[in-house]
């Protein structure tokens, strides 16, 4: 009590004074995540709290990929210095790499998507703690109570999300594949409020615990004994070996900017950096290119095949395997293989190797605080309401990420993308991932912070808001909004896309022999510091809210 009147205090006297000439913004994929992370930085919290905060409310408005049973990365600049929580989930201790194969050795379908198997350990608790024990200013529990007061005393549900609840329901019963989900959503009605007494709980043992809240003790128990009546193989042991690792962000120069992105088990720094490099180095023998061109678009594509072929070959869990980081990012190899792309037609797939000599459902956001920190966030469950799974007496959704895993080398995940040994399944690994939290820097200020959903597309959502914000010079609004599109090696020559780019655009890009798949991806939120005043958006086809204040 007295600690929480010394922070109101602080919060109204001492920080207004203290940050009086700094914004603050957030770009957060819902109001109610929006709201909390904007009344922590007003009660003088910083970017790391809020984000805190915001994680752990999202587990209760967002069900579809805010979580507390899954996993993610935290990029975090604060004090001039970045740091990168890696809350990723890893393989229980009974995985193995044949898991998800039948005696013909042929992948099981679904077996890694839906139900029980599905779900590595979850990281996120663990991610918190740790975050909250390296930056953190305010108490902990002060960043909990929100999200237990929203699980306890309920929200209104959101039409979106009760629409979208109610499709997945019935698209697992066409399937007819067995789940809990319905038991704990299918009462959700748009309009409404909607309370979630077990998550309540669960969260409450974590704000009174912290990180035992939920690797040890009741909650623990809770999903062990869960785990043993449904068949599954995560148990208590796994979950108390369960720790967050702090990680060196990728740090490396482009143009006038300083990058800091994701480092491995993510593949989404690496990949964006080869793309930014590579078109770099192509666009500079070209005349400018229009944004959103025909011409433009092959190039990225191009560029998008042979960021997808090392993809495949050599990124996976760093502690598992080695990532040859530095090579795949250094200069004269970005040139070998920049001078590779072809910038009238398509390079053959089927030759398009790895290039080194040597052998949706995610939700982002994104935070300036008024100190000048950040934080650049992304975390998820895999899929839209992960395995479909809710823990029974702890009331959360637990993650489909094991499919992220290369189930059986050259076997294309959901996502379409493939893997081998740097990617296959080993007890306590942690799965590769495309979330690509990134923050760019100008003469040592933040420039940009910028995040996405979209599984593999991640990439292309990061590396275009970039390109628009820093080539294009657009606002935050045009940044997360101007059509996008993507291209990951396979399927062959296939274009993803977002409506509203030129009917003379996909005419050509058709000529050329691209195949077009008009199908909307990601949720950028993205802020943008242009000489000192803070721009933010959410993309339009999300919930999402931005604040600048
Ligand atoms: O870590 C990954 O790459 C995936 N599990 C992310 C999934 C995702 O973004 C789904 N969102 N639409």
């Known amino acids: 009590m007295t600690l929480r009147i010394v922070y109101v205090v602080l919060a109204l006297f001492v920080c207004p004074i203290l940050s009086a000439k700094e914004q603050a913004a957030v770009a957060m994929p819902d109001k109610f995540s929006a709201d909390v992370a904007k009344s922590i930085l007003q009660q003088g919290g910083n970017a790391v709290d809020a984000a805190i905060a915001a994680q752990f409310t999202l587990a209760v408005t967002l069900p579809e990929a805010g979580n507390i049973g899954g996993g993610g990365f935290m990029l975090v600049y604060k004090d001039n210095k970045a740091d990168f929580i890696d809350y990723r989930e890893k393989a229980p201790t009974a995985a193995d790499r044949d898991m998800y194969l039948d005696k013909h050795k042929n992948v099981i379908p679904n077996k890694s998507l839906y139900g029980i198997f599905a779900s590595g350990v979850p990281g996120t608790v663990s991610g918190m703690w740790l975050a ?23 929200f209104v549900m959101p039409e979106r999300l009760a629409g979208y609840i109610d499709r997945y329901i019935k698209r697992m ?19 409404e409020v909607f309370k979630q007494p077990e998550l309540a ?43 967050a690792q702090q990680r060196t962000p990728i740090q490396s120069d482009w143009r006038e900017y300083q990058v800091l992105t994701s480092p491995p088990p993510s593949s989404g720094g690496i990949a964006i950096l080869q793309w930014l490099k590579m078109y770099q180095n192509v666009s500079a023998e070209l005349p400018a290119m229009a944004h959103n061109s025909s011409q433009y678009i092959h190039i990225l594509a191009e560029i998008g095949k042979r960021v997808f072929a090392d993809r495949a070959q050599y990124l996976g869990d760093p502690d598992f395997y080695d990532v040859p980081v530095k090579q795949l990012i250094d200069k004269d190899y970005i040139a070998k293989r920049s001078g590779q792309v072809d910038t009238d037609k398509i390079s053959v797939s089927e030759q398009v190797k790895p290039g080194l000599h040597e052998s949706e459902e995610t939700t982002h956001f994104s935070i300036v605080d008024q100190y000048g920190n950040a934080v ?10 992960g395995s479909g799974v809710v823990v029974e007496g702890a009331g959360f959704i637990l993650n489909n990420e094991m499919d992220d895993f290369s189930a059986k080398p050259g076997v294309a995940n959901v996502f379409g993308a493939i893997g081998g040994k740097a990617n296959e399944i080993q007890p306590h690994k942690r799965m590769l991932s495309s979330m690509t939290p990134t923050i760019l820097l100008k003469g040592g200020k933040i420039f940009m912070v910028t995040g996405s959903p979209g599984g593999t597309t991640i990439m292309s959502s990061v590396y275009q808001s970039i390109l628009n914000a820093v080539v294009y010079n657009m606002n935050a609004e045009q940044a997360v909004n101007s059509p996008r599109f993507h291209h990951q090696l396979w399927p062959k020559d296939v274009i993803r896309y977002h409506d509203g780019l030129k009917p003379q655009v996909e005419s050509e890009l058709k000529d050329m022999g691209y195949k077009l798949d008009n199908r909307h991806f990601g949720d950028l939120q993205t802020i943008i510091n242009r000489d000192g005043k803070l721009d933010a958006a959410s ?4 919930r999402g809210q931005s604040y600048v204040f």
């Open 132 to 154: 909250h024990q390296k930056h953190g200013s305010l108490p902990w529990k002060t960043l909990v109570q929100p999200a237990v007061d929203l699980a306890k005393q309920g």
């Open 173 to 191: 019963d066409k399937k007819g594949i067995k789940l809990n989900f319905a038991s704990y959503f299918g009462h959700a009605v748009g309009g």
């Open 201 to 243: 709980a669960t969260l409450e043992r974590i704000r009174d615990q912290g990180y035992d809240g939920f690797y040890k003790g009741q909650t623990a128990e809770i999903i062990a004994a869960f785990m043993q009546k449904a068949g599954g193989i995560i148990n208590q042991q796994d979950l108390a070996a369960y720790q």
């Open 376 to 385: 650049s966030n992304t975390t998820t469950i895999n899929l839209g309401f």
């Open 539 to 542: 993309e339009r086809s999300g």
